[in-house]
């Protein structure tokens, strides 16, 4: 569903202001105070949504709240009940400026999805804008870098490992479904060795992406959340002299659960303090939009950056 954005009345922010404890409580999420103006959009039966009765404020009746994703950001539909309120304006929450986020102006188009879809953009990220996020959590491999592992030696060594537990080759599991593999044959220590050994000697012949260079302008909460080592995590930040900005490293090693499994990714947020709703997952993947999804957190593509 897409919507137009429009310029608003520029009063949004007051109200948002006033409601802030209610609409955070009801949405699970701070809301930016302000709001985005769409046009031509009437999902409003798409959506899942809510009744917010207690809003202390003798103007306002209530307020009806749509849960939905804006670009893959985690937003709301807001329809205040007040004198006046035209049927066809559509005003959206979210816990971020979305305009600055993707450098929206007038006539751009945003991807208007239930919370349960993943969401995409026709506009390019503005990395800086990350910011606004209370926390930002990063996958590693095609996100912050590309990592020059050789999977043909990797997939030789793991299909000795596994020997006949294997059915079909390596590349017909998925990645978690390979490590549930191995915890399941009780080899767990040894797959993760494996892939640990591979994946942080690649580090000094990886190719650097956009993202990485974000990493020391962030002045939230950040963190990594990947299937690859923490071990080759480490050894990228090293490298590239940005350990100091990541805070929380959540690995394969780290869970027995991975991603899109959201316990990897409610993980990094638990370590780094911060509510799931107002925090932001950027990866490559479908996996780690669906990871997003299940942890109902905000999922931003890298390929909008690099």
């Avoid at 939905?68 to 049927?87: E, K, L, T």
């Avoid at 993707?102 to 026709?122: A, H, K, N, Q, R």
């Avoid at 804008?129 to 491999?141: R, W």
Wanted: with cysteine.
């Amino acid at each position: 569903m897409n919507g137009t954005v429009v310029s608003g009345e520029g009063r949004a922010s007051e109200f948002v202001a006033f409601a802030a404890d209610e609409l955070a409580d009801a949405l699970a999420f701070a809301p930016y105070y302000g709001t985005l103006n769409i046009t031509d959009w009437d999902g409003h039966d798409r959506l899942p949504s809510q009744f917010v009765p207690e809003v202390s404020n003798d103007y306002c009746a209530g307020i009806d709240l749509y849960d939905c994703r804006v670009n893959g950001v985690r937003s709301a539909v807001i329809v205040p009940h007040v004198p006046d309120y035209p049927d066809d304006k559509v005003e959206v929450l979210a816990p971020v400026h979305l305009r600055t986020l993707f450098d929206l102006e007038d006539g751009d188009c945003v991807d208007i999805t239930p919370p349960s879809e993943m969401g995409s953009s026709m506009n390019q990220l503005e990395p800086t804008a990350l910011d606004e996020f209370d926390g930002v959590v990063f996958d590693l491999d095609g996100t912050l870098i590309d990592l020059a592992v050789d999977w043909r030696v990797v997939e030789a060594e793991l299909t000795d490992l596994f020997g006949a537990h294997l059915e079909g080759g390596v590349r017909s599991y998925a990645p978690n479904e390979l490590h549930g593999l191995a915890v399941e044959i009780g080899k767990r220590a040894e797959f993760n060795e494996c892939l640990a050994t591979h994946e942080t000697a690649a580090v000094e012949a990886s190719k650097p992406l956009a993202l990485l260079d974000v990493l020391a302008q962030l002045d939230c909460p950040v963190g990594i959340c990947t299937l690859n080592a923490v071990a080759a995590a480490n050894r990228v930040l090293d490298r590239f002299n940005c350990h100091d900005a990541v805070d929380v490293i959540v690995g394969r090693e780290t869970l027995v659960a991975q991603k899109p499994h959201p316990a990897p990714l409610r993980r990094c947020f638990e370590k780094l303090n911060v509510a799931a709703g107002s925090a932001v997952f950027v990866g490559d993947e479908v996996r780690d939009a669906e990871t997003a999804v299940r942890a109902e957190t905000s999922f931003l593509d890298a390929n909008w950056v690099n």
